[in-house]
T-cell receptor, first 109, second 113 residues
């Protein structure tokens, strides 16, 4: 079967750094996406990785290791507005997105 | 551009009733999707479309139907609603598949009682 695993919840302090991990087992791989979803709102795109390595975009970075079936999202200089759920999704061999349940990130002052 | 719009935002449906959730996008995207999101679960794909006149089933299509008569519109029909269809429904669109991000509508919160 297809499976995406992420921690359910994480807590971090404003101004700090947090790493959210995602492991996956899917039938085929055509890229990995990270989305941010604030409570009661729609998901919005953060990043896309298809090759191994680190992609940096401002305060957010995403890493992929295809051989390990592993990715992480790194958030630096945390702000209160970063409190949200972070969704990991893998595009399978049918070009359909398989979604993790999301990691709820709580930022404390 | 309004992006992806969905109506209604909220709805309460009685068991056995039917209704249509509306979705429209103004970005001229070929690909459109319907997802449901239940608490503590990942988004599940219900149906998708790769262009006008073409639709296909996703992971959880039972109890739903779709049509795609135009590029802009992708309505989702619930027939004989059941409590298990209580969920938040998101419509999304993308220019293509693979590396292209999906743009989501604001969602419809549906309760079936």
């Amino acid at each position: 079967g297809q499976n995406i695993d992420q921690p359910t919840e994480m807590t971090a302090t404003e101004g700090a750094i947090v790493q959210i991990n995602c492991t996956y087992q899917t039938s085929g791989f055509n890229g990995l996406f990270w989305y941010q979803q604030h409570a009661g709102e729609a998901p919005t795109f953060l990043s896309y990785n298809v090759l191994d390595g680190l992609e940096e975009k401002g305060r957010f970075s995403s890493f992929l290791s295809r051989s390990k079936g592993y990715s992480y999202l790194l958030l630096k200089e945390l702000q209160m507005k970063d409190s949200a759920s972070y969704l990991c999704a893998v595009m399978d061999s049918n070009y359909q997105l398989i979604w993790g349940a999301g990691t709820k990130l709580i930022i404390k002052p | 551009n309004a992006g992806v719009t969905q109506t209604p935002k909220f709805h309460i449906l009685k068991i056995g009733q039917s209704m249509t959730l509306q979705c429209t996008q103004d970005m001229n995207h070929n690909y459109m999707y319907w997802y449901r999101q239940d608490p503590g679960m990942g988004l599940k794909l219900i149906y998708y479309s790769v262009g006008a006149g073409i639709t296909d089933k996703g992971e959880v299509p039972n109890g739903y139907n779709v049509s795609r008569s135009t590029t802009e519109d992708f309505p989702l029909r619930l027939e004989l609603a059941a409590p298990s269809q209580t969920s938040v429904y998101f419509c999304a669109s993308s220019y293509s598949t693979d590396s292209y991000e999906q743009y989501f509508g604001p969602g419809t919160r549906l309760t079936v009682t």
